[in-house]
C-alpha cells in the first residue's frame, strides 16, 4: 500500500506562487509514476503533471510554463511548484501515484487563487 500526503495548499494572490509536497509512504523510485491532479469546482478531476520513475515529465495544458514537477528520491517526495497563478487555477490538488496497475491518491490540498 502507497499512503501520500500532500501538504502546501492555501490562499494566494493572481500571479503569485506556491508549492505542493507530496510526501510518499514507499520509495518513490519504485513506484511508475506519480503526478498531480486537480479538480475544480464543478469540474471533473484532470492531469495537471506527472512524472515517471525514469524522470521524463509531462504537463497539462494549462500549466506548461507555468508549473513544475520535480521529485526528491532520497525523501520519497514529489513536488509542484506553481508560478504566475491564476484563479482558474483553484482546485483542490490531489497526489497520485501509480504502481503497475494500481492507483493510489492523497486527501488533497486546496489551493485557492484570488483575483
Known amino acids: 500500500q502507497v499512503q501520500l500526503v500532500e501538504s502546501g495548499g492555501g490562499l494566494v494572490q493572481a500571479g503569485g506562487s506556491l508549492a505542493l509536497s507530496c510526501a510518499a509512504s514507499?520509495?518513490?523510485?519504485?513506484?511508475?509514476?506519480m503526478g498531480w491532479y486537480r479538480q475544480a469546482p464543478g469540474k471533473q478531476r484532470e492531469l495537471v503533471a506527472a512524472?515517471?520513475?525514469?524522470?521524463?515529465?509531462n504537463y497539462a495544458d494549462s500549466v506548461k510554463g507555468r508549473f513544475t514537477i520535480s521529485r526528491d528520491n532520497a525523501k520519497n517526495t514529489v513536488y509542484l511548484q506553481m508560478n504566475s497563478l491564476k484563479p482558474e487555477d483553484t482546485a483542490v490538488y490531489y497526489c497520485?501515484?501509480?504502481?503497475?496497475?494500481?492507483?493510489?491518491w492523497g486527501k488533497g490540498t486546496l489551493v485557492t487563487v484570488s483575483s
Open positions: 497520485n501515484a501509480r504502481r503497475g496497475s494500481m492507483d493510489y
Open positions: 514507499k520509495i518513490i523510485a519504485s513506484i511508475n509514476a
Open positions: 512524472i515517471t520513475s525514469g524522470g521524463s515529465t
